[in-house]
């Protein structure tokens, strides 16, 4: 079992330029989470999904969006990449509401 | 908003040494969760206590739980210099969906 996956795992843009994060999961995961970790902040979290079809917005959604097409993959898309977003970004996810989340290694995004 | 709050934000101690690491947090939880994270990893879930419980161990690590005064303590026994890493406490809300909310973190370095 791969576990959570994270592509890419590093990537430098060009403000205003857009991509999309792909987090993946062979867990069986009916929760996902987006977080961003940023020196001396913690994890804060940008948008969620309880289930295959669905979204919400976290605590830091602004500039971002993500779709839950298939219960398996969670899509974090920048529209247009601000130096602000400059972040580690992280997935998470977990099959029972409230219990541990299962992390993914991370993408490093630099926005120049 | 930080729920939980780290003390100390860095720990240094000597291999062999316990490591004592504190959050506290602000409004009723439905539990409490500790989470390790090496550097350029992604977060490792240790323990998870609810909050009607007081105490659970799990190895050489043993948290603590007090509701009356918001609390929580990490306890890591006989250290060693693999526990050199930074330790993350995170809340979850009644009805909060299963979000986590992360404090900021403590470093801990164990030296050998």
């Known amino acids: 079992n791969a576990g959570v996956t994270q592509t890419p795992k590093f990537r430098v843009l060009k403000t205003g330029q857009s991509m999309t994060l792909l987090c993946a999961q062979d867990m069986n995961h009916e929760y996902m989470y987006w977080y961003r970790q940023d020196p001396g902040m913690g994890l804060r979290l940008i948008h969620y999904?309880?289930?295959?079809?669905?979204?919400a917005k976290g605590e830091v959604p602004d500039g971002y969006n993500v779709s839950r097409l298939k219960k398996q993959n969670f899509l974090l898309g920048l529209e247009s990449a601000a130096p602000s977003q400059t972040s580690v970004y992280f997935c998470?996810?977990?099959?029972?509401?409230?219990?541990?989340?299962?992390f993914g290694p991370g993408t490093r995004l630099t926005v120049l | 908003s930080q729920q939980g709050e780290e003390d100390p934000q860095a720990l240094s101690i000597q291999e062999g040494e316990n490591a004592t690491m504190n959050c506290s947090y602000k409004t009723s939880i439905n539990n409490l969760q500790w989470y390790r994270q090496n550097s350029g990893r992604g977060l490792v879930h240790l323990i998870l206590?609810?909050?009607?419980?007081r105490e659970k161990h799990s190895g050489r690590l043993r948290v603590t739980l007090d509701t009356s005064k918001k609390s929580s303590s990490l306890l890591i026994t006989a250290s060693r210099a693999a526990d050199t890493a930074s330790y993350f406490c995170a809340t979850v809300l009644p009805g909060a969906n299963s979000k986590l909310t992360f404090g900021k973190g403590i470093t801990l370095s164990v030296r050998p």
């Open positions: 999904s309880v289930g295959e079809g669905t979204t």
């Open positions: 998470a996810g977990t099959r029972v509401r409230g219990s541990e989340q299962f």
């Open positions: 206590i609810r909050s009607n419980e």
